[in-house]
């Protein structure tokens, strides 16, 4: 029985999770960006109290965090949204209050893990893994392996850049995949385009903006041709260099996948001639909302279990 900690910039959600991938509770609290100590605190409560409403005695600790972190250390890396826990190592003080192994990883790359064990990945050789919401992030696993770069670091497939005329993103470059493709970046796209009276501007989000499509509202209609236009932009690269097997898709604005898919589709024909794109699988991640909560879970068993390959 793994106790799986997911750690958000606007929230923490602990569960614990058996070792098919099923979620048996959950809870969740706000995170505080700044206070590590009680962050800490607050995660060990969760996961007791997790553990007794399942009925079930933790026996490790998987966690998937936002952010750089360095999976081997254990250690925070330089988390824009969590700066009081920078250089915290989670992995030694949750082993010392539990007395069990604990394991750390990036929440793209715990997420890429649990799909491609449990999820809608089970038996691609070659995944990668992709959720688009406020931003854009993922991972890679190929061979049952996840892919890391040089010291561990996590490839950042949210900062390809799409489009360099395109909006500044924070990591330096402007028109990164995440700036344009994320569900703000479809938010500013209509913000930016509809015309002075349109009625459903004020306060409008990604998830208004397809709910307005699916009704046929024609700008709202725009904005999802722009936004598959970039999210088949992306995905076009990420095929072009990897050919992999499958993409599985993931994230609050992947919940309107429909919406999409076909414009996708073809961008990707349009640019990907010189490899056999039509053989990449474009498929939803099947684990639902506890995706990132069964990854943190994942990481544990890809770490220590008989999956052992981390
Ligand atoms: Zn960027």
């Known amino acids: 029985m793994i106790g799986a900690v997911d750690i958000g910039g606007t929230k923490i959600a602990i569960g614990i999770v058996d070792d098919a991938g099923k979620v048996l509770s959950r809870m969740q609290a706000p995170t505080d960006p700044n206070r590590y100590s009680a962050g800490i605190d607050l995660i060990a409560s969760m996961l007791r109290e997790t ?10 600790i998987g966690i998937g965090s936002t952010g750089p972190v360095d999976p081997m250390r254990g250690e925070f890396g330089d988390v824009d949204f969590l700066p009081g826990w920078r250089g915290r190592s989670p992995v030694n003080d949750l082993a010392e209050i539990f007395n069990v192994r604990v394991a750390l990883e990036n929440d793209g790359d715990a997420a890429a893990l649990a799909e491609a064990g449990w999820g809608a990945g089970r038996n691609r050789t070659r995944l990668i893994y992709i959720t688009v919401g406020t931003g854009i992030g993922g991972g890679i696993v190929l061979d049952g392996k996840l892919y890391r770069g040089v010291d561990g670091a996590h490839p950042e497939v949210g900062h390809q850049v799409i489009d360099p005329a395109g909006p500044q993103c924070t990591c ?4 990164c995949w995440e700036s344009l493709a994320a569900g703000p970046g479809m938010v500013t796209w209509l913000e930016s385009h509809a015309p002075a009276d349109y009625p459903h501007r004020q306060g409008i989000t990604a998830k208004r903006i397809c709910e307005l499509a699916q009704q046929g509202d024609a700008v709202a209609l725009q904005a999802v041709e722009h936004e598959a236009f970039y999210l088949g932009l992306g995905l076009a690269n990420l095929i072009n260099l990897f050919t992999p097997d499958a993409i599985v898709l993931s994230g ?44 943190a879970a994942r990481v544990w068993h890809y770490r220590f279990g008989d999956a052992t390959k981390g």
């Not at 553990?51 to 490790?60: D, E, L, Q, Y």
């Not at 330096?172 to 028109?175: I, K, L, P, S, V």
């Open 51 to 60: 553990a007794s409403n399942a009925g079930v005695v933790i026996t490790g």
């Open 252 to 295: 609050s604005v992947m919940k309107s996948a429909p919406l999409f898919l076909n414009r996708i589709r073809e961008v990707i024909r349009g640019g990907c001639r010189f490899v056999p794109a039509e053989k990449t699988e474009l498929t939803l991640a099947s684990l639902g909302d506890n995706t990132n909560l069964i990854g």
């Open 172 to 175: 330096g470059f402007r028109g």
